[in-house]
């Protein structure tokens, strides 16, 4: 009997151990494969970044083939805006296509530099008002939204009346204190850091407005919009309707207009008089977008491109980021 107790003790004991050690090789058998999956991420995403670059140096290449004439007179059907730039080597491909950047309200221009500080740019905030309104956001949110970005690029410490400066950001409420960037935007994402943006994730707002880095430009071409612009378009023009600005982006010609004169004159019986925004027939901001996927493995990036001088080139750059 006793014998027979401990060859079941035994017997017991062995299979705990079996089972710690399954336990133990199923974890590290998990990690394992996490870790080549990470592996084969980074790989993928090195290649992907090379590749990008390769691609970015293309599209500069061609903005800058372009003649003067040419990017003076830019519309939808320009070559420059459809041809497909397309990377492939070692079974990767890179699919990217460059568009104008200028149907969108520039962030930065809400202020104007002077005396090496910011100050507010008191007709840029009239039209990102109307914009606002047009898409349904309160008075109050609408304040508050410009307000926050205001204090947030502003050198100065001294709030506006629904902005935050750094005793805000650095107070005990916030989970990781920061301070306010004192400096133009670079990307759009940095506007997470404001407390009124965390409300406004579901908004139309963000398919508005967009960052043109470290630049106050407010220069928009006509030619280049389409049906999802009417919101913008409204901003700009204080004595049009959405339903004005629907009708004039529709009449917009394919190769559109060779001079803002025409585009006016186009559009007699409308008051186009007193834009927001500087109307043009032409680009100098261009943006970039990159996208590549591998089974399970996907990268994109966003290159934002200004003309300066005559020449093409790189502001900024993004990864992953919608």
């Not at 079941?8 to 999956?37: E, H, N, P, R, Y």
């Not at 041809?83 to 070692?90: A, G, K, L, R, T």
């Not at 009239?126 to 898409?135: D, Y």
Request: proline fraction near 3%; hydrophobic fraction near 40%; charge should be negative.
């Amino acid at each position: 009997m006793f014998i027979k107790i401990r060859q079941g003790v035994v017997l017991i004991s062995v299979l705990m151990i079996i089972l710690i050690l399954s336990a133990i090789g199923s974890t590290l058998g998990g990690d394992f494969l996490k870790s080549l999956k990470r592996s084969g991420y980074l790989e993928f995403q090195s290649n992907s970044i090379q590749l990008m670059r390769n691609i970015e140096n293309l599209a500069v290449e061609r903005i800058n083939q372009f003649s003067k004439l040419e990017l003076q007179d830019l519309n939808k059907k320009s070559e420059l805006l459809t041809f497909p730039f397309i990377y492939e080597v070692n079974g990767l491909t890179v699919n990217a296509n460059l568009s104008d950047f200028s149907s969108c309200f520039n962030i930065n221009s809400l202020v104007l530099e002077q005396n090496q500080s910011f100050i507010a740019n008191e007709r840029a905030i009239e039209q990102f008002k109307r914009l606002l309104i047009s898409l349904e956001i309160s008075e109050m949110d609408t304040n508050s939204i410009i307000d926050q970005i205001i204090d947030w690029i502003d050198t100065d410490d001294q709030p506006r009346a629904n902005g935050f400066e750094d005793y805000f950001y650095t107070g005990p409420i916030n989970f990781r204190p920061m301070y306010t960037n004192k400096r133009l935007l670079i990307n759009l994402s940095e506007l997470n850091n404001l407390p009124i943006f965390k409300d406004l994730t579901d908004s139309m707002l963000f398919e508005n407005v967009c960052v043109h880095p470290l630049s106050y430009s407010n220069e928009v071409n006509i030619n280049t919009m389409d049906a999802d612009d009417n919101y913008f378009l409204t901003s700009i023009f204080p004595n049009i309707s959405l339903t004005d600005a629907e009708f004039i982006i529709s009449k917009i010609p394919e190769n559109g207009f060779k001079t803002t004169d025409e585009f006016i004159s186009s559009f007699s019986e409308f008051n186009l008089s007193d834009p927001y925004s500087t109307i043009k027939t032409s680009s100098k901001q261009f943006l970039l977008s990159t996208s590549t996927q591998v089974d399970t493995f996907s990268f994109s990036s966003r290159t934002f491109i200004n003309i300066k001088n005559g020449r093409a080139i790189i502001m900024s750059r993004s990864y992953n980021i919608n």
